[in-house]
């Protein structure tokens, strides 16, 4: 288990004066980041090993989104791996101990060489230690999309902002794309994301919004149809 602490700033805050939910998924992916650093499993050591931990989905719960000035704890966990996939669990406690988000995520061991994924080793997970999952929602990491009814939203092309250090769309952009499709005054309450295909600079996205029952469901993918990555965003 590894925590850090930090205090909400004014550049994470979306409209409403709280935390925004792509600032929340950049905490949660620091949190992970600066446990792999601490433990001399980081940035460096992941590109001379040439296999690294690819984010496959995220599953994040909000309780409450925390205002400016905020202090916060966020803790990451390893909770299990199998075959290929590793799974760690996230959280963050407000002042007060109070948590108000959890998230559960699906990561794969990716063999950056050969450019498809492999098979956990104890090395790969050992150094993290295992925790007991939190209890949550059990859902499928697969997203299901509609083959009808979505609209289709306008175009853009990935811009070098969008990229980071592996030179492809981060994690969080894909987010923040997708919630610029939702009407001003949702609640996002729970955010679900399933990552099936790396954009990189240049390529075209194409959104399609999907109104569903309890939310919405935002696909991005590019202008022949291959998905890149889907968001389900819950009431």
Same mark, same amino acid.
């Given at each position: 288990?590894?925590?850090?602490e930090?205090?909400v700033r004014y550049?994470e805050?979306?409209?409403?004066g709280?935390?925004?939910l792509? +600032? &929340?998924?950049?905490?949660?992916?620091?949190?992970?980041?600066f446990?792999s650093? !601490?433990? +001399?499993? /980081?940035?460096?050591?992941?590109?001379?090993?040439?296999r690294?931990w690819?984010?496959?989905?995220w599953?994040i719960v909000?309780?409450? %989104?925390p205002k400016? *000035?905020?202090?916060i704890?966020?803790?990451?966990?390893?909770?299990?791996s =199998?075959?290929? @996939?590793? %799974?760690?669990?996230?959280? &963050?406690h407000d002042e007060? *101990?109070?948590?108000v988000?959890k998230?559960?995520?699906?990561w794969?061991?990716?063999?950056?060489? !050969? *450019?498809r994924?492999?098979?956990? $080793?104890?090395e790969d997970i =050992?150094l993290y230690?295992i925790?007991?999952?939190l209890?949550?929602?059990k859902?499928s990491? !697969?997203?299901?999309?509609p083959k009808?009814? /979505?609209?289709?939203?306008k175009? @853009? $092309?990935?811009?070098e902002?969008?990229?980071?250090?592996?030179h492809?769309?981060n994690n /969080?952009?894909y987010v923040r794309m997708?919630?610029a %499709?939702?009407?001003?005054?949702?609640p996002?309450?729970?955010m679900?994301?399933e990552?099936?295909?790396q954009a !990189?600079? /240049?390529?075209?996205? $194409?959104?399609?919004?999907?109104e569903?029952e309890d *939310?919405y469901?935002?696909?991005l993918?590019d202008?022949e149809g $291959?998905?890149?990555c889907v968001?389900r965003?819950i009431?």
């Amino acid at each position: 288990m590894y925590s850090f602490e930090s205090r909400v700033r004014y550049s994470e805050l979306a409209e409403n004066g709280r935390l925004s939910l792509d +600032g &929340i998924v950049n905490y949660l992916q620091d949190c992970t980041c600066f446990e792999s650093e !601490k433990l +001399g499993v /980081g940035m460096e050591t992941t590109y001379s090993r040439e296999r690294m931990w690819v984010l496959n989905f995220w599953q994040i719960v909000v309780d409450r %989104y925390p205002k400016l *000035g905020e202090q916060i704890r966020i803790t990451t966990q390893a909770c299990g791996s =199998e075959k290929m @996939f590793g %799974y760690r669990n996230f959280m &963050i406690h407000d002042e007060a *101990g109070d948590m108000v988000v959890k998230a559960y995520s699906i990561w794969s061991l990716l063999d950056m060489k !050969k *450019g498809r994924p492999c098979m956990v $080793q104890p090395e790969d997970i =050992e150094l993290y230690g295992i925790e007991e999952p939190l209890p949550m929602e059990k859902v499928s990491r !697969k997203i299901a999309v509609p083959k009808e009814g /979505g609209q289709q939203q306008k175009g @853009f $092309q990935v811009q070098e902002y969008h990229l980071d250090t592996n030179h492809h769309v981060n994690n /969080g952009q894909y987010v923040r794309m997708a919630t610029a %499709y939702l009407p001003d005054d949702f609640p996002v309450r729970e955010m679900r994301a399933e990552y099936r295909r790396q954009a !990189k600079l /240049g390529d075209m996205i $194409q959104p399609m919004r999907n109104e569903m029952e309890d *939310g919405y469901l935002v696909v991005l993918q590019d202008p022949e149809g $291959q998905v890149y990555c889907v968001v389900r965003f819950i009431r």
